[in-house]
């Protein structure tokens, strides 16, 4: 595991074309892929999507580790491309590779806290993301049992929160530096955190899993 230096963090096919597929990685680069040209889809085959490069001054020990990309959607009339890391949701037009259409800044808050989400292992929490039934907005988990919805045209916000009666219980877990796994942050509880939804195809529904509990939610 130690001489792996990228891996594959989510895929799926074309809503329309059963030859064409896309891929995430660890780096944050996603590729799409069509079998009617090559059947292997390795490191030099299909179109790339890279996010805009970080300056060398702000470079540091946490940019590989947040630029991971956690999940790549396709839109449901296969024209565009979401992808989600740790701390941006971006989408891409499939016909555009230089750059993304839109960028939505999701976690940018947490920035100033990196070595501490380090050291309790929460900046390795992998989120979702999702396009609305009909395509009109998208959304992807984020802290505090929040479900997080926007326009895809304009800047209207939504905030879901998914709020259970269980009891909480306290994580021992060790984080990378041998510390107690924290579970709040800079007024952030990070044990409490949507990483999983599902929006209904035809409906306006959406179904979201937060601990041990399953929401779903109808406008």
């Known amino acids: 595991m130690e001489e792996l230096s990228e891996v594959i963090t989510s895929a799926t ?3 329309r074309h059963s030859d064409q597929l896309v891929y995430s990685t660890s780096k944050g680069a996603v590729r799409l892929c069509d079998l ?12 790339l999507y890279c996010s805009p ?5 702000e470079k540091s020990f946490f940019s590989e580790l947040i630029a991971s990309a956690s999940d790549v959607k396709f839109s449901r009339c296969g024209r565009y491309l979401m992808t989600r890391d740790y701390m ?16 939505i800044k999701v976690h940018e808050h947490l920035r100033p806290r990196l070595c ?3 050291e309790s292992d929460v900046i390795f929490d992998k989120f979702e993301c ?5 395509g009109q907005h998208v959304c992807t988990g984020s802290y505090d049992n929040r479900l997080l919805l926007w326009d895809v045209v304009g800047d209207n916000q939504l905030s879901i929160e998914s ?6 219980r306290r994580s021992s877990i060790k984080g990378k530096l041998g510390l107690t796994r924290k579970e709040s942050v800079g007024g952030r509880n990070f ?9 209904h195809p035809q409906r306006n529904l959406v179904a979201i899993g937060a601990r041990n509990s399953l929401y779903i939610f109808a406008a």
Request: aromatic share 6%.
């Open 130 to 134: 999702s396009w609305g039934n009909t």
């Open 191 to 199: 044990s409490k955190k949507v990483l999983h939804h599902a929006q």
């Open 116 to 118: 501490e989400l380090y």
């Open 163 to 168: 709020v259970s009666t269980a009891p909480v």
């Open 88 to 103: 941006t949701l971006r989408l891409w037009d499939v016909n555009m590779e230089k750059m993304p259409i839109r960028s």
């Open 53 to 57: 490069p970080v300056p060398e001054a």
């Open 13 to 15: 096919f074309h809503p």
């Open 36 to 47: 009617r040209q090559q059947a292997r889809c390795n490191r030099g085959s299909g179109r």
